[in-house]
């Protein structure tokens, strides 16, 4: 396992690292969630990611749970705060009182004093963004955040808070959460060019396109039993014969490396010196293992011209 710099921090992460986003304490079995973890844990990964919206908390009492039985320094523990936790009025968003109250609840759901890095899951527009980094700052103060991160937020709001946080002295945003794949790389034009100015490191998810890009689907409309797409629409929308082809066409190039088609694409997102670490899902050990050997494979760039073609 490789392990890389989070943004231009001290705190080194694996770049492969595992999330728990529609599995853990969801449609996943817990027998299957808990081998992942502890599959991606042995293999070195030590970087593992949740939220407080996952299942409403199951997800973070699962992971939680699962890591309580290795030493707390020897891994990374990333949750988020912004999405609705209740039904009253303050149970979403950035405030100062959403942002204390669910790092708490958070940090109880995950048995644990400290998380080592908290995003703000969303921008919330309804919130004085100096009113959410404050929040941020003191929870970083009293020990309870290493670092601070967001998610999905574009390079204009992150320029915003920086801006913020330097006029103030408020502690920095140094990582943020998009997704990012062969075949969605918004994040290209603004978002990378900003992290690499700005020491901001892109730990990204969806790396494999939510299972599209394991080779998996072999059509628009007939998906495995076992697959994400069987169980969710949401992901089923997503699923195009266009995007199959490309996806066998890739195929074919990662047979010739001796790579599976997630292992190659995988490989691509880390040719990207600005991404600290590739946010995978498993809902089953073996998955973790197969996408674990993709750490520390390079791509020639006669490879990358390759892939560009096809995703072209």
């Known amino acids: 396992m490789q392990y890389r710099k989070l943004g231009k921090t001290g705190l080194k992460v694996s770049d492969i ?21 502890e599959t991606a844990y042995r293999l070195g990964i030590n970087f593992f990611d949740t939220a407080n919206v996952y299942e409403r908390g199951e997800a973070e009492k699962l992971v939680g749970e699962t890591l309580r039985s290795f030493p707390r320094e020897s891994y990374v523990l990333a949750t988020k705060v912004f999405g609705q936790m209740g039904d009253g009025p303050n149970d979403r968003g950035l405030s100062r009182k959403h942002i204390m109250e669910q790092c708490h609840a958070s940090l109880k759901r995950l048995g644990t004093d400290y998380v080592d890095l908290y995003y703000c899951h969303r921008h919330d527009p309804n919130t004085p963004l100096e009113e959410t980094l404050r929040a941020l700052d003191d929870l970083v103060r009293q020990g309870k955040v290493l670092y601070v991160g967001v998610s999905e937020w574009t390079a204009s709001q992150m320029a915003e808070a920086h801006a913020i946080a330097d006029r103030l002295l408020l502690d920095r945003i140094v990582a943020n959460q998009p997704i990012y794949n062969m075949l969605n790389r918004y994040i290209e034009k603004e978002v990378i060019p900003y992290g690499e100015r700005q020491g901001i490191g ?24 076992d697959s994400r797409a069987a169980k969710l629409e949401g992901i089923r929308k997503g699923i195009t014969e266009e995007k199959i082809n490309k996806v066998i066409e890739l195929g074919r190039i990662a047979s010739e490396l001796e790579l599976s088609v997630g292992q190659l694409a995988l490989a691509w997102i880390l040719r990207q010196p600005n991404v600290t670490s590739a946010l995978v899902g498993a809902s089953r ?22 892939i560009e073609q096809i995703l072209a």
Do not use: C, M
Request: charge should be negative; hydrophobic fraction near 35%.
């Open 202 to 225: 892109q730990v990204v998810f969806s790396p494999l396109a939510q299972g599209l890009l394991t080779g998996k689907y072999s059509s628009a409309s007939d998906y495995p039993a």
């Open 285 to 306: 050990p073996e998955q973790v293992e197969e996408n674990a050997k993709a750490s520390g494979v390079t791509l020639s760039a006669d490879v990358v011209e390759r």
């Open 17 to 37: 690292s595992l999330g728990s986003w529609l599995t853990y304490g969801g449609y996943v079995e817990r027998e299957n969630a808990v081998k992942s973890i």
